[in-house]
C-alpha cells in the first residue's frame, strides 16, 4: 500500500525557517516526479514547487528564492526547505506524488508563520 507521510510542520515567526519532509512507502521504485501543495483556509489548493526525474524544480512565484526543494532517491524521500517565512505561507503542506496511473496525497502537515 503506497502512503505518503509528510513531516517538519510547526509554528515559526515570520523570517524564520521550516523544513518539511515527506517519506513515501509501498513503492518499489524510484519516484520520478514530486510536488508540494499548500492550502490557506478558504483557499484552493496551490502549487508550491515541483521536481522532476531530472532534479529540475520549478517554484510558484510567491516562494521563489526563500523555498528549495531537494529529494533523496535512496529513500524516496522529498524536502521542502522554507526560509524567510511570511505570514502568507501559513497553510496545511501536502506532498503529491503520481504512482501507478493515480494522484497520491499526504495527509499535510500545518505550517504556520505568526508573531
Known amino acids: 500500500q503506497v502512503q505518503l507521510v509528510e513531516s517538519g510542520g510547526g509554528l515559526v515567526q515570520p523570517g524564520g525557517s521550516l523544513r518539511l519532509s515527506c517519506a513515501a512507502s509501498g513503492v518499489r521504485f524510484r519516484i520520478f516526479a514530486w510536488g508540494w501543495y499548500r492550502q490557506a483556509p478558504g483557499k484552493q489548493r496551490e502549487l508550491v514547487a515541483a521536481?522532476?526525474?531530472?532534479?529540475?524544480?520549478n517554484y510558484a512565484d510567491s516562494v521563489k528564492g526563500r523555498f528549495t526543494m531537494s529529494r533523496d532517491n535512496a529513500k524516496n524521500t522529498v524536502y521542502l526547505q522554507m526560509n524567510s517565512l511570511k505570514p502568507e505561507d501559513t497553510a496545511v503542506y501536502y506532498c503529491h506524488a503520481p504512482l501507478y496511473g493515480k494522484d497520491y496525497w499526504g495527509q499535510g502537515t500545518q505550517v504556520t508563520v505568526s508573531s
Open positions: 521536481i522532476t526525474i531530472t532534479d529540475s524544480t
